[in-house]
């Protein structure tokens, strides 16, 4: 085990290193897929928020390949990536794709359905009910806003493919041999999170429940919603994490909690000893995250969104976290 776990740490090292945004363009989108085990790759993807200097190609997509066909989780923001995906996919195997499943409803994560859709067969879209039903509502507003964000060239082609409300949490996927266990927390990270944990591949595909290394986004996150999925998460024997980012669980999930508990238990405090929300910034212990990409922008707003979640829990008579 020691062997294997120094050899996926020196493949994650590379992927790192070798990430280069200049490879992926709107004129000729390319995807390279890192190999974690046999069978087993993530895309290599930029560890920041969506924008046009990395087209949005912030999803490192999970590809597994099987006897049975290919799952692919969370191929990514539009149909440009998907497409690339796809080609990258192609140049390992001939099975068929046929499974994608969409973690959670961010754009970023499920626009690229589009170019799984006209395959023959179709694979299967799968998502929690919770997730399909939210696609349903907002994908439409989700593509204009991810469109304005990236510019309109970048989202050429890219359609709305919506997932069947299939995945169940205690449910389990079979992908051929491999047995992977659906767990829904919602509300964590977002609405409804779905993460698929394959025990005997000891691996943990997160969604959005796990950041590197960069400040998590909270725009609809429950503070305390997350807290609990990352300590069930961390519970779970795994070697691997693949999430926002790809790592270990010391390198993703434990470091995301530390961040969220630093939130709960600072304006927790600050609440019990009467301070308000302009107070927040000086409550919370910040000092280990400062370094994390988007600690400038993306703190502040975190703060203001944990203050009113743990101030109108205080204000219905739920202790400090
Ligand atoms: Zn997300």
């Known amino acids: 085990m020691a062997t294997r776990r120094a050899f996926l740490g020196t493949a994650l090292a590379l992927a790192l290193d070798a990430w280069c945004p200049a490879a992926a363009t709107a004129a000729g989108t390319r995807v390279a897929l890192e190999r974690l085990q046999p069978g087993l790759y993530v895309a290599r993807a930029s560890n920041a928020e969506a924008m046009r200097a990395n087209v949005g190609a912030v999803v490192p997509s999970l590809v597994h390949v099987t ?3 290919v ?4 191929p990514g923001p539009h149909a440009a990536w998907g497409r690339a995906l796809l080609g990258a996919i192609r140049a390992l195997t001939a099975q068929p794709v046929r499974w994608v499943v969409n973690t959670h ?6 626009l690229a359905n589009a170019a799984f859709a006209g395959l023959r067969p179709r694979p299967r879209f799968l998502a929690s009910p919770a997730t399909a039903a939210l696609m349903r509502q907002r994908c439409e507003d989700c593509l204009a806003r991810l469109g ?5 060239a970048a ?3 890219t359609a709305i493919v919506l997932p069947e409300p299939a995945l169940r949490d205690g449910a389990w996927l ?3 041999g491999t047995a992977w266990q659906v767990q829904v927390h919602a509300p964590a990270h977002s609405t409804s999170d779905t993460v698929l944990y394959a025990p005997q591949l000891r691996l943990l595909c997160a969604g959005g429940l796990g ?3 960069r400040v998590p986004e909270m725009q609809e996150a429950s503070l305390q919603g997350w807290r609990q999925a990352l300590r069930q998460l961390i519970a779970l024997p795994a070697d691997i994490v693949v999430a926002s980012a790809t790592g270990t669980p010391a390198q993703t999930l434990v470091p995301t909690l530390a961040y969220l508990d630093a939130l709960a238990h600072g304006i927790g405090a600050a609440l019990a000893a009467g301070r308000d929300a302009s107070q927040a910034a000086e409550a919370v212990a910040a000092a280990p995250f400062r370094h994390w990409r988007h600690f400038a922008t993306r703190h502040p707003l975190n703060l203001q969104r944990a203050w009113r979640q743990l101030e109108d829990a205080w204000l219905q008579g739920e202790p400090p976290a």
């Open 105 to 110: 409803a961010h754009p970023e994560n499920v």
């Open 148 to 152: 304005a964000q990236l510019g309109s």
């Open 155 to 157: 989202m050429r082609g």
């Open 174 to 176: 079979h992908t051929g």
């Open 67 to 69: 006897s049975a066909g």
């Open 211 to 213: 950041y590197r290394e």
């Open 71 to 74: 799952l692919v989780v969370d």
